[in-house]
């Protein structure tokens, strides 16, 4: 059991965004890596303006790509960084019914390991995180359902810089093996449970489908249907649907020279790299969620009323 204590760190502190307090409930958010103090501010105050200008607590997660690359400088910097969080979820909670969390790619990491060390700190356990409800948003991680009272994975389908994270920050198999399941059920419009038997025919080289039968007589098949099953039990991930890519339009081929064919094939070349690249990182900035967290905020609403 660890205990949670206040952090003193030269410079890191809570900002505040937005006007209008709440006696009930706190919002916090907290942005990912390579983002300014602006940038996390910037990302408060859209959560403020969907919720009607209520005030978000803004948490700057300041890890820059440098020390992210580098494993010792991720940890120390991660170590840090949770203690802070950690201590200030639970100053924050205290004497309110409820919050809202509302993390971005790296920071998704950052909330991960608060909430764990929130409970399991001695004399806590799930008293405190029961009122939390965590929203990720292209997350580096995968938040566990039982780290807090509701947890909400949201990844756009074409969120590589998500899905490279969780390699990384991980464990990759979780996002990897979900993913998997959920495309099959697209792919054939089959249900999770025919998705199951279906990823675990393929990866075990099946030759018929997996039925009752089947799962009764190959204990081996059994465990790991009975282990994906557990994944939908334990993580609850949304992906969306991201939008089409936006193709430039193409030089076409035809000149009398060789090297001017080859000139046209190496822009051409070059615009394609462009689109795909604004493609992966539109399917990952926060704004592009921008309709997830209004929805978000519509429920807070209606369930406030």
């Known amino acids: 059991m660890s205990t949670i204590v206040p952090v003193n760190q030269r410079g890191m502190r809570l900002h505040v965004v937005g006007d209008q307090p709440d006696s009930k409930s706190v919002i916090l958010s907290c942005n990912g890596i ?12 859209s959560i403020s303006e969907k ?3 209520r005030q978000v607590h803004v948490f700057h997660n300041p890890t820059s790509l ?32 409820s919050m809202q969390i509302f993390a971005h790619s790296h ?11 929130i409970r399991n700190a001695k004399g806590l356990g799930s008293k405190v995180t029961s009122k939390i409800e965590a929203h990720a948003f292209g997350g580096a991680t995968v938040i566990p359902n039982r780290l807090a009272g509701k947890v909400y994975n949201y990844l756009f389908e074409r969120d590589e810089i998500a899905k490279f ?49 089947v799962l009764s007589e190959n204990l081996e098949v059994a465990a790991k ?6 994944l939908f039990k334990r993580y609850n991930v949304l992906f969306l649907k991201s939008s089409a890519i936006e193709h430039p339009d193409y030089a076409e081929l035809g000149a009398t020279s060789f090297f001017e064919n080859i000139k046209i094939l190496g822009l051409n070349f070059c615009k394609g790299a462009f689109a795909i690249g604004s493609d992966i990182f539109q399917n990952h900035t926060f704004t592009s969620y921008a309709h997830v967290v209004d929805q978000i905020a519509q429920k807070e609403v209606r369930r406030m009323k």
Request: glycine share 8%.
């Open 34 to 45: 390579q983002n300014s103090l602006e940038d996390a501010k910037e990302m408060g105050c």
């Open 51 to 53: 919720f009607g200008g």
């Open 66 to 97: 440098f020390q992210y690359w580098d494993p010792k400088k991720r940890e120390q910097q991660e170590t840090k960084l949770v203690k802070y969080l950690a201590f200030n979820i639970r100053r924050l909670l205290d004497g309110k019914e």
């Open 107 to 117: 920071g998704t990491v950052l909330v991960e390991k608060a909430l764990r060390a």
């Open 165 to 213: 994270g969780n390699v990384i920050s991980g464990p990759q198999h979780i996002l990897e093996t979900i993913e998997a399941i959920n495309r099959i059920m697209d792919e054939k419009g089959i249900s999770r449970k025919e998705a199951i038997n279906e990823k675990v025919r393929r990866g075990q080289s099946y030759p018929a489908p997996i039925d009752n039968q």
């Open 225 to 230: 249907v009975k282990k994906y099953h557990s």
